[in-house]
């Protein structure tokens, strides 16, 4: 008899958002988080730009925009819900150039198609009476944009969890997954036990925990870091809220832009460079079975050969702190270095094809007793009550006869 129904690996928002989902849906269920960590939210979650983004982004009909426009949804009732930091202050995308006008048009096209709701064109007294210190030849507001303390959210989701009945381990690796006839026997070093069903939720290393499963992942994630800077104290007049760049339909990731955070901080950033350890978050953090991995990976060395100026440019950006200040000054132009100081960084795990290509949309893969979530890159933590919801709804045919509550409401 398995120990658990259901072992849930990673305690980022995610696998919280999915365990809170399933001990709340379904009565008496047993689930157990297993995280490496000694908390929640230590990777991911805990080092991203804090934003509820609104859908504009996305191809229609996607996962990333359906979740998005529904997920922001849910996580501004659910911060409402449980008193946890957040504010819907909205943000501007800002064309710096006529030949961006086009782009901006089409995300225009695609937020209206995605159902975000209110957006507005700009011109460039609009936009300055939004945020005077921003320049650009046209605009877009999107007032459904916010900011949300999503450690605060994946804490709160552990409380839940507990409180329906689920369990957190902290401290505990999984090193090991073996189908069985009654379930999947689950190594944690030492130990091992057993449960029903796992969903991987395990971020960085989804992909790898996929295979030590035995199943053969159609990606593989490589980690890119994503460096921030702040702005001083002093300096943070300059933005009122939130102020991106048109983004390169390629590389969505690309692009600093100033985030407001819910403490009253003005970060910028994050760049993008190859991490050389997949939880790096500083550049002499180097593993070196992980850049091999990343090196030998033909679908990192087709991403390379097509797009190495790109990634040279980011590196530089990374290296002088005065061409990371020129991409700020496009947007803000009175931002100088010297108002700038290091923040942290965060590491994206993002999914890449064998052919070379970016995994654009979340993937949630179902193999035999297991779900892998092998791509959630930026909006997953916005899109994380609803990732939970449809990973539930994936795995209901497991609980088959177990009570079902009505839906996870907030
Ligand atoms: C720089 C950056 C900025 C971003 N900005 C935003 C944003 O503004 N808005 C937004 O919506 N999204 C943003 N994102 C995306 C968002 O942070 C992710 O989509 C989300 O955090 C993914 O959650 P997760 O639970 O899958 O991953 P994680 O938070 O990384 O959690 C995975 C967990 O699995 C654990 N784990 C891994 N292997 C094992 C193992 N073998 N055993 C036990 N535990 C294991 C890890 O320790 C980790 O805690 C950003 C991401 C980054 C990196």
């Known amino acids: 008899m398995p120990q658990y129904d259901v072992g849930i690996i990673g305690g980022g928002i995610l696998g919280l958002a999915t365990a809170m989902e399933m001990t709340s849906r379904y009565d008496g269920l047993s689930v157990l988080v297993i995280e490496k960590e000694a908390g929640v939210a230590r990777h991911q979650t805990g080092h991203n730009s804090g934003v509820i983004h ?65 957006i507005e064109a700009l011109g460039p007294g609009a936009l300055r009476e939004r945020e005077p210190h921003a320049t650009g030849v046209r605009a877009l507001h999107v007032p459904s944009t916010g900011i949300v303390d999503f450690v605060g959210v994946a804490e709160r989701f552990r409380e839940l969890t507990e409180g329906q009945g689920g369990e957190v381990r902290f401290g505990v690796e999984v090193t090991g997954l073996r189908a069985v006839a009654d379930g999947v026997r689950v190594e944690m070093g030492e130990e091992t036990i057993s449960v029903g069903q796992v969903v991987n939720c395990g971020g960085l290393f989804a992909d790898r925990i996929a295979r030590l499963a035995g199943s053969t992942p159609s990606v593989q994630i490589v980690p890119f870091r994503g460096e921030y800077y702040e702005l001083k104290p002093a300096a943070r007049r300059l933005v009122v809220n939130l102020i991106y760049p048109v983004p390169d339909p390629a590389f969505p990731f690309l692009g600093v832009h100033f ?152």
């Open 259 to 410: 985030t407001r955070r819910v403490d009253g901080r003005v970060e910028a950033g994050p760049n993008a460079v190859l991490a050389l350890r997949r939880e790096g978050y500083r550049w002499r953090d180097v593993s070196w079975r992980d850049t091999v991995e990343t090196v030998r990976y033909p679908g990192f060395l087709r991403l390379a050969s097509r797009y190495w100026r790109v990634g040279l440019g980011e590196i530089y950006r990374s290296a002088s702190k005065r061409a990371f200040t020129r991409a700020l000054q496009a947007l803000v132009p009175e931002v100088q270095a010297s108002d700038l100081v290091r923040a942290g960084s965060g590491v994206r795990a993002q999914a890449l094809e064998r052919d070379g290509s970016l995994a654009d949309d979340f993937r949630l893969v179902e193999d035999e007793r297991m779900i892998h979530v092998l791509n959630a890159p930026s909006p997953g933590a916005t899109a994380s009550i609803s990732i939970g919801q449809a990973i539930t709804d994936m795995a209901a045919g497991w609980f088959g006869g177990a009570a079902t509550k009505e839906d996870y409401r907030i």
């Open 54 to 118: 609104s859908g504009l982004y996305y191809r229609p009909g996607s996962r990333k925009a359906v979740m998005a426009v529904r997920g922001a949804e849910q996580m501004v009732g659910f911060a409402q819900a449980h008193g946890i930091a957040h504010e819907r202050c909205g943000k501007v995308v800002v064309a710096t150039r006529e030949s961006q006008v086009a782009a901006l048009e089409d995300l225009e096209r695609r937020g209206k198609a995605n159902g975000v709701p209110g």
